[in-house]
């Protein structure tokens, strides 16, 4: 028995802070009755940038050949797609252009990583307030370059200066990217990694997923797994928050088209399969 939803955001050694092959996550996706995975792993950069924490473009060939073992290896069982989870940030755009061609990718992350050292270079002059405004604009921009199927983890700099988080006080320019992200018809995910983080709460939190929802700004649910055992994890206590945000689906990505599956039909699944995420 398999539940219809894909866990869509997960990782590879080849981004040197990630441990297991992809067939361990696909054994444990198998394990508690997802109908697929997709590997997002983290996307190669230019000039050396966070090159600790990705895997550099002659390894690429060797990441669609990790996937592409999985894939073979749990044909049937459970449907394992090659996705990437591409850094965004002003002048990138070119490089990803490129980068998104050479490979048959189902599913483009878009990730502002607000704690990579070249970002707060760049975009921190002092003041945590400012910074988040800032990110918040970059989500926006990079809805708007259309390189991209989802905007990751869309409120993770929340964790940079957890002290300095006050959400409600920075809602109007939150809302006023969302405006523009909405525009662009683009989805947004809920990831379930948050949890584990500083804020110990998805990414998005409960305020900003409402605004989304109001803007019909669909989602997409991800563990952003770094280790196999987390495959699937919190899913259960996503759809309940995506439910309570006023939610009736969840989106993933094949061959970079979304698909949706309504939250009722994920519950019922649940309840009649005896699993439980
Ligand atoms: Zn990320
Ligand atoms: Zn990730």
């Not at 006023?176 to 662009?184: G, H």
């Amino acid at each position: 028995m398999k539940i219809p939803l894909y866990d869509t955001h997960m990782h590879t050694p080849l981004c040197r802070h990630a441990t297991g092959m992809p067939e361990e996550y696909a054994r444990v996706a198998a394990e508690k009755g997802f109908a697929g995975i997709t590997f997002t792993c983290h996307c190669p950069l230019i000039d050396g940038r966070s090159r600790d924490v990705r895997m550099d473009i002659s390894e690429l060939d060797r990441y669609q050949q990790m996937v592409a073992a999985a894939r073979s290896s749990y044909e049937g069982r459970v449907d394992v797609l090659l996705g990437l989870e591409s850094d965004y940030y002003p002048g990138v755009e070119p490089w990803l252009e490129d980068l998104h061609t050479r490979a048959p990718f189902h599913y483009i992350l878009g990730s502002v990583h607000p704690h990579i050292e070249e970002y707060i270079q760049a975009y921190f002059k002092g003041d945590p307030r400012e910074f988040q405004l800032v990110y918040f604009g970059h989500l926006a921009d990079a809805a708007e370059t259309g390189l991209f199927d989802c905007i990751s983890h869309p409120d993770l700099v929340k964790n940079c200066y957890p002290q300095c988080w006050n959400p409600d006080q920075i809602l109007d320019h939150i809302c006023r990217a969302l405006d523009r992200i909405a525009k662009t018809g683009i989805a947004m995910e809920l990831n379930t990694s948050g949890l584990n983080k500083v804020i110990p709460e998805m990414n998005p939190g409960p305020l900003m997923l409402r605004q989304m929802r109001q803007r019909d700004i669909p989602v997409v649910i991800g563990s952003d797994s770094h280790v196999p055992e987390r495959v699937g994890a919190d899913f259960r206590l996503a759809l309940d928050q995506l439910r309570q945000a006023g939610y009736s689906e969840v989106s993933y990505f094949i061959e970079r088209k979304r698909r949706t599956v309504t939250i009722a039909e994920l519950i019922a699944e649940l309840v009649s399969s005896g699993l439980d995420l």
